[in-house]
T-cell receptor, first 110, second 112 residues
């Protein structure tokens, strides 16, 4: 079964607020990835992390690869309506296919 | 044109029917995947292929089969569709073992 625990499952926030979501695992991962899925579309890669402790930004998004290699978080600053969607964490262990979290559904109230 | 194209986008089929979902990619990647998405369950791996002669079962392969017809094409079949196979199906591709995947836009399948 799935090995990534993603939280929260859903969030309702006001426009302009910051958002934080995270992913944990009982296993070590070599790569952590964060995806966003818009309604009716496939997931799109936001940020990829390759080293423990790595902190990477993409515009208003910031993600970190946990030191233990068993967790990662994604922050979104100053949320806007187009941030609405489902955010997924995903990880690689060795040469195995990506494992996905169950997703965080973000709603932004204008 | 999209990097990963899935057809059909939507399909309604009856219980017991055989159905094929098709995927083609223009990225030139060797690795291709089929995932299933259900509300609240995220994306679960059905089958994957690292090259034309390679087929591997994923987490939830029962009731499904695949065919890798060429580097660019990877199709998913439901031999005898059942209602609990109603879901959103995604095809994806990647170049290597640490990169992100490029996903298609999905096929919404309803089995009645």
């Amino acid at each position: 079964g799935q090995q990534l625990n993603q939280s929260p499952q859903s969030m309702f926030i006001q426009e302009g607020e910051d958002v934080s979501m995270n992913c944990t695992s009982s296993s070590i991962f070599n790569t952590w990835l964060w995806y966003k899925q818009d309604p009716g579309e496939g997931p799109v890669l936001l940020i990829a992390l390759y080293k423990a402790g790595e902190l990477t930004s993409n515009g208003r998004l910031t993600a970190q690869f946990g030191i233990t290699r068993k967790d990662s978080f994604l922050n979104i600053s100053a949320s806007i309506p187009s941030d609405v969607g489902i955010y997924f964490c995903a990880g690689h262990r060795g040469n195995t296919p990506l494992v996905f979290g169950k997703g965080t559904r973000l709603s932004v109230i204008a | 044109d999209a990097d990963v194209t899935q057809t059909p986008r939507n399909r309604i089929t009856k219980t017991g029917k055989r159905i094929m979902l098709e995927c083609s990619q223009t990225k030139g990647h060797d690795r291709m995947y089929w995932y299933r998405q259900d509300p609240g369950l995220g994306l679960r791996l059905i089958y994957y292929s690292f090259d034309v002669k390679d087929i591997n079962k994923g987490e939830i392969s029962d009731g499904y089969s695949v065919s890798r017809q060429a580097q660019a094409k990877f199709s998913l079949s439901l031999e005898s569709a059942i209602p609990n196979q109603t879901a959103l199906y995604f095809c994806a591709t990647t170049a290597g073992d640490r990169g992100g995947y490029t996903f298609g836009s999905g096929t919404r399948l309803t089995v009645v």
